[in-house]
Structures are given as structure tokens and as C-alpha cells.
């Protein structure tokens, strides 16, 4: 904290929303139960379990499918405005398909929304949090154009039956998780590992299914529903790892490269992937060999279908790192995005750890991040979707305490001093859930769950009650 200064001592606005997150993969369990079909996590998991730290997978995870009750209860404890979660699409429509319904996944859902709303609870929901239908998967999942088709159907089903109480809607979580982890590497399912090319072209398709969902919501429910519709996206801040012009801009480009690639299309005035990456990628694709460049090619009608398809800016938003220019690389082994930015990327070995490698304690960061928002993208209403911090599960956890206390006074920083447009703030995770490659043993919950317990006992830690208390006195200065 000292290295930090002062907390600032302002309030958050009387309409500003607190919530917390979760994700339907990493807590309802229940993979198999009650018509739920199968999903690309399911098969991962059950067909590389080396992949996964202790080899464990989502099969139970917190139980979540049958203990929603005891959970809603322990949400309405933190006094928090909103619970955002996301659906299972193979709970919903187990092959993926609009053809056949599970009627037990409409009233699991509606059960859980219907004792939300009853709470006061405001249910935000993530249509997508990568858990692709295992058989839209085999049919090339984000490699098929035809996604943007599948996603418009699944929405659609959504919207009609969810839809007239549920207000605030975000069709994809983190596209660059899923489209550089998932088919660029395999850290993720489905784990194409085709660096420089499956990565552009999932993204590609899911930007368009992402605006298919996003015009189908805009002309045939807004005005009966009237909610709001976005996506959210991931980014940590890249701040130059010097003072040299081309480190700022390379720290510059790679933000183009990791969050414009996203980002741009959706809330830049012109739309469109950045210059600088069309630039890029064509540049080496050219080196390389290729005929074309390697990440393919908007049309204008669809430049003009994809810009402005958002309600507000949803960001996931973690941590810093530094970023270095590369000058020159010779042409070897696969083709990556990252190669294509020219840029490398490094910690300070004097920021805080976490139990994740990647997750450093860098709250100035933050502001920067959102002050860069703001001057990129107008003042565009911002919903800070996750934040969170990572240990091994202890209750008495005062490391999560002391990163959101700074972290949300880097957010009071940028709302006040920079007068950033932030309208919300969600803590990832509501409670300990199955942390994808990380397995269980990574902790992000302001409840601990007791995953060697066939209850699946939670138990709140000490940061539930310092976020019940901040929410209580919509501040953090003098809260301890
Ligand atoms: C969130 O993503 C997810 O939405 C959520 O499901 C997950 O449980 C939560 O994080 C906690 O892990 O520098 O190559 O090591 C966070 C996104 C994940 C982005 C880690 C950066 C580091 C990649 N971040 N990733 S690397």
C-alpha cells in the first residue's frame, strides 16, 4: 500500500452497480444430468485430463445445477446490485442446434432468474463463456462462417425465453481467450493449436455471430424487452518497458493487436480491425509466403454491420505488463499473432505476485487502461465485468482484500480525476470454481468452496465482508 499513496477517498456514484461473476462450465456441474448435452470443455477435459492440473474437470464442479438455492442466498449476503452468470448452450440446446429445446435447461434457468430477481438481484448474463456444443465443434466450431447462423438461433432462444426479465445481455466472453488460447494454442478447449491463422479466423466468425446476435436483439426484442446488449473483452494494460519511442509504440500495437483486433471493429468510428494490424499481419504473410494476408478480410457491408453493435463496453480486466519492441525476426516455425505484433511482453519482478503466474498487482495500471478507453473510444459507458485476485483458497485472505482495495481505488482514480464513464464493477469470482488448465487449485472466490466434500460446502472469506462493506458505504477509504 505505501508504494501506492493514498486511497482515494471519493464515493461511487448513487447509480453505480456492484456484482460479482460466475461461469457455467466452472461451477454448475451436472455435465451430463437432466437432457444437458455434451461441450468442447466435457471432451477436453474427459479426453486430455493430463492437460489439466490433478486432473480434474467441471463434471461436479460446485454444484451449482442443484445448489442455486443456497447460492442465491449467499449472493443476496454480499448486498451486491447484480449477479452476472453465464448459460450453457448444451443445457439449453443439447446439440447446439435450435432444433431441439431441453426443457429442463429453460427451468433451470428460470428458476435461477426467477429467485434473483426475487432477492433484488439484477441477473446479467453471458451468452457465451466458451463452453461451444461439442457437435457444432466437430462441424469446425469458430472456423465455420457458419457460427454467426448457430449463435443467432441459440440467442434467439434465449431472448425469448429469458428476455422479458432479463435486461442486461453479453453475447461472447473474452473472444481473444477463446479464439488465440482456444484455436491459436491449445491452452484452451477446443485446442486447434494453428497460431497465425485458426486464431484470425475464429475471430472473424465471432465477431459477425457477435453482431448477428447484437442486430437480431436490436430489431426484434429491444423494444418490447428493452435492455441493454454487448460483449466483453479482456485486456491487460501495456505499459512501455522504456522510455524509447518505439517501446511506446509497440506498447501501443500490441494493444491494437490484442484488444483493437476486438475491439476496433465494435467501437472504433471507422470499424474494422486497427491499420496497424492490417499492416502487420499482411507485411509478414507476404514474408512468409502467403498468397494473401493471414487475417482475412472485412467486407464494408460488414465493417458497417459490426460497427456500433454494443449498449456499453464490457471489460475483464486483471493486470499490467510491459511490452518491448522486436526489430527484426528472421521467418521460422508456425506464424503467431504475436509475432505479427512485432512485440514482446514481461513483468516488473518488482509488482506483487499472485498464485497466477500472469497476475501481478498493478492498480495504476487500470486507470491507464481506462483513460486509454476513453480517449480511443468516447465516452462509451463502461462495465468493468471481472476483477479478481489469485491465492490458494485461504479464508482469512487478505492479498484479495488488498488488491481490490487498490484496484477499486485505481477505478475511483479514472472515474474521478479522468472522469472515465465506468457504470459498473463486477469481482471475479463470486466463489472458488474449476479454473479451467489451473484445475482447482487456483482460487479466485470471495466464498470458499470445498471441492473434497461431496456438499460442496461453501464458506465465505474475509473479503466477502469487505466487499459487502464497501457496496454498504459505496466507498473505500476507512473501510477495513
Ligand atoms: C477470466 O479470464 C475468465 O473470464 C474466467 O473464466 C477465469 O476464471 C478468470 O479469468 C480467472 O482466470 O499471459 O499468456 O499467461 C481472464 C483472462 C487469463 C487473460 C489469463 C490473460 C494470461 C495469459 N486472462 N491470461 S498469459
Known sequence: LSSYGRLNPNKFPDDFLFGIASASYQIEGAWNLSGKGE???DRYTHTHPELILNRTNGDIACNSYHRYEEDVALIKKLGVQFYRFSLSWTRILPIGFSSKINPDGIRYYNNLINLLMKNDIIPIITIFHWDTPQHLEELGGFTNALMANWFEDYARVVFENFGDRVKVWITFNEPKEIC????GGDEKA??????????????????KAHARAYHLYDKQFRSKQNGQISIVMDTFWMEP???????KKAAERRLAFIFGWYAHPVYSSNGDYPD????YVARRSKREGFKRSRLPNFTKEEVNYIKGTYDFLGLNHYSTVLTKNVLFEPIFGKPSVEKDSMTVT???PSWPNSKASWLKVVPWGFTKLLVWLKNAYGNVPIYITENGFADDGEIDDKDRINYHKLYLSALLDAMHKYKVNVKAYTIWSFMDDFEWRDGYMTRFGL???DFNDPGRNRTPKASAEYYRKVIAARKIDGID
Open 447 to 449: 466464498y470458499h468452496v
Open 241 to 247: 518497458a522504456t522510455n524509447l519511442t518505439w517501446d
Open 276 to 279: 496497424v494490424m492490417k499492416k
Open 190 to 207: 477446443p485446442g486447434y493449436n494453428l497460431s497465425g491463422t485458426a486464431d484470425y479466423i475464429c475471430a472473424h466468425n465471432l465477431m
Open 39 to 41: 461441450n468442447i470443455w
Open 346 to 348: 514481461e513483468y516488473d
Open 180 to 183: 488465440l488460447k482456444g484455436y
